[in-house]
């Protein structure tokens, strides 16, 4: 192996690659909530993701040219990243086999995901990526566009590891509202909200249902929106808690205040991400055999570990080490 082979090389080989999205997922429902989240993204940079809301975004009646006014969206010169998708309607609307054949027919070569929202167990995740592959086939789209898929159901939430398993599903979102809401008032109004969202117990084990099942499958977790949309230190915590306590690695936005502190929230810590470009550079030169590092031995489990903190650090906008920077971005 040669000594300066990239850790993607080695660390991974034979291995689904673990996707590294940005922390946010900022949903739009209007096209000029849409372009505002886009001009938000000019100016931070690729650090969220945007997602088209034909789903709740939707008037009824008007599905269709919504559907199609989100691809211009997502086609047009202001997406300079290639970070926006798309929400479709659920598996019982009669315009959901619509959504994903305007949306992959008129943006499938730009589209970052399509996300597919209330599905009631793997069958319905499995039958909508079905209905995206043949899209993709019927409209000469040579990709495959990732999936996301929101568990807010009790089916869902018992088939988790099923729909982590599928194929092209990159992020299991945890969709709280209607996950509560489905209790028939068994769960209070306040576990919507914090602290209670994070503290009853069927919310919380829900949440660390969803984020093992994601992470063991290879996926990213998704968690579900803060409702408080001034106060930052508030929206800071709660995406804290989410990182810390539950495991999730991305969270979704609703307003453009809320994306900066949950980015911030999301970010390694900085002396980590330090230490992370010491240890790989210095492994990289030991060709990826065993190092010791401030008294420590270090070897490829810790290697993959640091690694994927490194790529995280990076698309959260953080300042990589110069000599790690170069050699690894």
Not at 4 to 16: C, I, N, S, W
Not at 32 to 41: H, S
Not at 127 to 136: C, F, K, N, V
Request: glycine letters at 6%.
């Amino acid at each position: 192996m040669a000594e300066h082979a990239h850790p993607d090389q080695v660390l991974f080989q034979g291995e689904k690659p673990f996707p590294i999205l940005p922390a946010v997922d900022h949903y739009a429902g209007s096209e000029k909530l849409m372009k505002k989240a886009l001009a938000v993204q000019h100016e931070l940079g690729a650090v969220f993701d945007i997602t088209c809301d034909c789903e709740d975004g939707a008037h009824a009646g008007a599905e269709a040219d919504h559907a199609r006014m989100a691809a211009g969206v997502i086609m047009s010169e202001d997406n300079r990243f290639g970070r926006v998708g798309a929400r479709i309607h659920d598996i019982t609307h009669p315009h959901w086999e619509q959504d994903v054949d305007i949306l992959v027919g008129l943006a499938g070569s730009r589209l970052a995901f399509l996300t597919i929202p209330k599905v009631r167990c793997a069958a319905d995740a499995a039958r909508q990526i079905e209905s995206i592959r043949s899209a993709e086939e019927r409209h000469g789209i040579e990709r495959a566009i990732p999936v996301h898929v929101l568990i807010e159901t009790h089916g869902a939430l018992r088939e988790a590891w099923e729909i982590a398993a599928l194929d092209r599903v990159e992020s299991l979102d945890f969709g709280l509202m209607d996950f509560v809401s489905g209790h028939h008032g068994a769960i209070p109004g306040s576990a919507m909200r914090s602290p209670g969202q994070f503290e009853h117990p069927l919310v919380a084990r829900a949440k660390c249902d969803i984020s093992a099942a994601a992470l063991a499958n290879g996926v990213v977790p998704s968690h579900n929106v803060t409702t408080e949309l001034k106060d930052i230190d508030y929206i800071r915590r709660d995406a804290e808690r989410a990182r810390k306590e539950f495991g999730y690695l991305r969270m979704w936005s609703i307003h453009p205040n809320q994306i900066v502190p949950i980015i911030e929230a999301m970010r390694p810590d900085f002396t980590e991400v330090e230490e992370a470009a010491e240890i790989l550079i210095a492994a990289q030169d030991k060709h990826w055999g065993p190092i010791q590092h401030a008294g420590k031995l270090h070897d490829r489990a810790s290697y993959r570990y640091y690694w994927e903190l490194l790529k995280r650090a990076r698309s959260t906008g953080m300042k990589i080490p110069d000599e790690a920077s170069r050699r690894y971005f």
